[in-house]
């Protein structure tokens, strides 16, 4: 049996706003619109489909596995766009980076207050 994961609905307060915000962000295409939703498509054909909510969320959290040099790329623009960035989730390393498992991973906001998070290994990879 093969489960993978499809979509996932992320709440915004303004969906392209905070799609538009991912798609920069991570070097990804533009959104598209599907149904009342804002779909982000990652390269591993699973969608971050944003939808605008009038109500208060809980923010969540969103971990991308990216190469050394697509880290580079999306540490640039989160530098460029002078994000505050931590190198543990708890933000008690602001500015840094971090090298779990002998990569590089940094987290960082989204418009919406969602934690973002790129790393170059995955968790409990060694290294």
Do not use: C
């Amino acid at each position: 049996m093969t489960v993978r994961l499809n979509h996932t609905i992320v709440p915004a307060k303004n969906k392209k706003v905070s799609a538009t915000f991912m798609t920069e962000i991570l070097g990804l295409p533009a959104p598209q619109p599907f149904g009342h939703f804002l779909a982000v498509r990652l390269d591993n054909d699973v969608t971050l489909d944003f939808m605008e909510s009038a109500e208060d969320f809980r923010p969540q959290h969103f971990a991308f596995l990216v190469s050394e040099a697509e880290f580079d790329e999306i540490f640039g623009r989160i530098r460029e766009r002078q994000l505050p960035y931590w190198a543990d989730p708890q933000a008690q390393h602001p500015g840094e980076i971090n090298h779990h498992d002998g990569g590089r991973g940094v987290y960082f906001p989204d418009p919406d207050g969602h934690y973002l998070e790129i790393i170059t290994r995955p968790y409990g990879s060694g290294g």
